[in-house]
């Protein structure tokens, strides 16, 4: 007997699903989606007038069934996953579950690597070319990735980083032959099909995870060898949005040499926990100035607000490097207190 849910589209389920798990989870699967998914999503949500309990419950679990078969993969692959599956939910459930996910789900290539802790890691690679490392790396998670680049010879650290950034689409016979070299020392996996991999948003995530040398020497290297992807890099490393990781004498420091004006329209455009965090740390008197600029603006352009914003990130990332204020940043800064 088919479910009230089977029905509905992927979007409608998945709006479904953020309303069940009510705004506050939502927000944080939000951030991990692209700007024109948020927006398809957000539409549908406000286009879903009412859900009955049983097909809340069908979208719920079926939203369970595949997250345990992702699992499932990730363990030992579809064949496991199958088994296990049959053993859970039945033979034809196990089918139809690893159906809907062998149409849109790739299981990542060197998923066995990413178990791998990552000074053990670094032993069967570090000796491996460039491209080789910016390969695997590219598939690691940002912590193991930062803790890899980190670790490497500092001549090598930027070339790897580029290469990184660069990359774009990836044979699926170069990364077998890869995983082949790794395979008498960790594991096997293979993917069928070509992988989008590497990129700019990448090597951001992993440099952001890094320590602030690293980081530093990297970037000074490619400032010289590619100076548009430096910028570029660099645009993406701190946004506006991640003044939250500042605490709040550093954001009284950066907001000395921020104009009222250049503050109204950045904040214009920004959620409220953010103009929560700067209004704290503002005068009383300031703070109202402020919220009444942003009221008499009226509509304003986006392009606006991001210019703005990133002129207050570019303030932040002067005065980190002249060491006025400290990031919060997973690679291993140490903090003297």
Do not use: W
């Not at 699903?17 to 998914?37: D, Q, R, Y």
């Not at 390969?135 to 001549?155: C, E, G, H, K, V």
């Not at 044979?171 to 070509?194: C, F």
């Amino acid at each position: 007997m088919a479910s009230e849910g089977s029905n509905l589209s992927g979007l409608q389920k998945a709006a479904i699903l953020l309303i069940t798990l009510g705004p506050e989870t939502s927000s944080t699967v939000f951030k991990h989606l692209k700007e024109e998914e948020i927006e398809d999503l957000t539409l549908e949500i406000a286009n879903t007038r009412s859900i009955s309990p049983q097909i809340k419950e069908d979208v719920i679990n079926e939203f369970y069934e595949i997250c345990l078969a992702q699992q499932y993969i990730a363990e030992g692959g579809i064949g496991y996953a199958k088994e296990l599956l049959e053993k859970a939910l039945g033979a034809d459930k196990a089918l139809d579950v690893i159906g809907k996910l062998t149409a849109s789900l790739q299981v990542k290539p060197f998923e066995f690597v990413r178990k791998t802790d990552a000074s053990q890691l670094l032993s069967f690679i570090q000796d491996e070319h460039p491209q080789t490392i910016a390969l695997i790396l590219s598939y690691l998670s940002s912590n193991q990735a930062a803790l890899i680049l980190s670790a490497l010879p500092s001549d090598s650290q930027a070339d790897v980083a580029r290469r990184i950034a660069t990359m774009d689409r990836t044979s699926p016979d170069v990364i077998q032959e890869v995983e082949r070299v790794l395979e008498s020392k960790l594991a096997n996996l293979v993917n069928q099909d070509y992988t989008q991999i590497g990129g700019v948003d990448q090597v951001v995530e992993i440099l952001n995870s890094t320590d602030r040398g690293t980081e530093k020497h990297i970037m000074e290297i490619l400032g010289i060898e590619d100076p548009e992807l430096a910028d570029e890099i660099k645009k993406k490393m701190f946004v506006f949005e991640d003044i939250m990781q500042l605490d709040d004498k550093a954001v009284q420091r950066v907001l000395r040499d921020v104009e009222n004006s250049e503050l109204s329209l950045a904040l214009k455009g920004s959620n409220e926990e953010v103009q929560g965090k700067i209004f704290k740390n503002l005068s009383q008197r300031l703070a109202d100035m402020i919220k009444e600029d942003m009221e008499f603006m009226g509509p304003v352009r986006m392009k606006d607000v991001e210019d703005a914003q990133q002129k207050i990130v570019n303030e932040i990332r002067k005065l980190e490097d002249a060491g006025e204020i400290v990031i919060s940043r997973g690679g291993g800064d140490d903090i003297i207190v």
